[in-house]
């Protein structure tokens, strides 16, 4: 499907996010802080964007590739496994690639791992062969196997997949793994990971993300993606402030590897030089005391709100 010409010219851009679930809140949070704000349905299914125009859905995140596959919603927040699985999937029955991962968010990191009973000597994913592997993302799994030339039937289930050995379905699992904890509690011990996941905004598959859409939602969508990147780059960020001797400077410079390159201002009545960094890794007290024993003094963190390059 071409976006340019699938459900005619509109206005108004539309997100779609989990309704509910560990993506939900902050998804919404994110577009929050990227200011968008919206007026709630009373079924909870839709929000109508105030501040721009931007709507968004609320919906199960299996169905958000879909949504932007047929033009439904234009962009969606979801999570890489399951745009993946879909994608995997889609092509695999001679269709082509209808969405992609246009930036990832950071929240909602997992992995789907390979993980077999805790009595299992492990030692290579040869050992998978002739096996069965319970999994609800045989799409993945199976590109996987193959890729590695294993020979192994692939169980699909819709949940639980975690009690499939003890219950006889399976011999090992392919599934997503946060803390360990759900695969310590069934005897089980994470051996392969064939993903990192995590929170994505995805849309419709394209070369340019200006290419998509030639109406309102076009600069709509670079407007949100300008801001996101804000955020996003923002979200850890400090700025760091300090005076130092001009003598000192090379010496603090080398310690600031993450920072953009710094303002350096003239003290008034002395030979001082003040200096504001944006750093964008951790500023640690371990940071601080390195630059103070480099010459550094009256140094100051403050927290960066937002940012418009």
Known sequence: ???????????????AIQKSGRLAEPARALLNACGLSWRESRDRLFCYGESL??????????????????????????????????????????????????????????????????GWAWQSPAQLGSTRIATSYPAILRQWLDGQGIAAEVVELSGSVEIAPRLGQADAICDLVSSGATLAANQLKPVMTLLESEAVLAGPAAENFGQLWDDARGELAELLLRRLDGVLRMRHSKLLMFQASREAIPSLLPLLPDAEAPTVMQVDGGDALALQALCHGAVTWQRLEELKRAGARGLLVLPVEGMLA
């Open 1 to 15: 499907m071409n976006p340019k010409s699938g459900n005619g010219a509109r206005d108004r851009l539309r997100i």
């Open 53 to 118: 125009p931007v709507d968004l859905l609320l919906v199960r995140d299996d169905d958000i590739p879909g949504l932007i596959r047929d033009g439904v919603c234009d962009l969606g927040v979801v999570g890489r496994n399951v745009l993946l699985e879909q994608d995997i999937a889609l092509r695999s029955e001679g269709g082509t690639t209808a969405f992609r991962e246009w930036r990832a968010l950071g929240f909602g990191g997992c992995r789907l791992a390979l993980a077999v009973p805790e």
